[in-house]
């Protein structure tokens, strides 16, 4: 079992940033993917951005250039780093731990980027 607790969302005005923190605990696999996905009201879930064990990174294009997804391996940790935040970045954002076919998820932060 693993479990994830997120941190650092808040509010924020437009063009502003906010570094978003994961902790993981529990039974850590090896080759694990973390992750980080997003739900605003009335919308599914998607998917913002992914790291694996070894740093290999991908991302959404809604947030290429602006977002950065980064791990501390020995401190079990996953952050994801968001610059230049607009409106449509408003969402609750879960951070999730896949390994092999087993995965899960964080509670989720709240991020409210607004004037």
């Known amino acids: 079992q693993v479990q994830l607790v997120e941190s650092g969302g808040g509010l924020v005005q437009p063009g502003g940033s906010l570094r978003l923190s994961c902790a993981a605990s529990?039974?850590?696999?090896?080759?694990?993917?973390m992750g980080w996905h997003r739900q605003a009201p009335g919308k599914q879930r998607d998917m913002v951005a992914a790291?694996?064990?070894?740093?290999?990174?991908h991302y959404d294009d809604a947030v290429k250039g602006r977002f950065t997804i980064s791990r501390n391996n020995a401190k079990n940790e996953t952050y994801l780093q968001m610059n230049d935040l607009k409106p449509e970045d408003t969402a609750v954002y879960y951070c999730?731990?896949?390994?092999?076919?087993?995965?899960?998820w964080g509670q989720g932060t709240q991020v409210t980027v607004s004037s």
């Open positions: 999730v731990y896949r390994y092999g076919q087993y995965e899960t």
């Open positions: 790291i694996t064990m070894i740093g290999n990174t």
């Open positions: 529990g039974d850590i696999g090896r080759f694990n993917v």
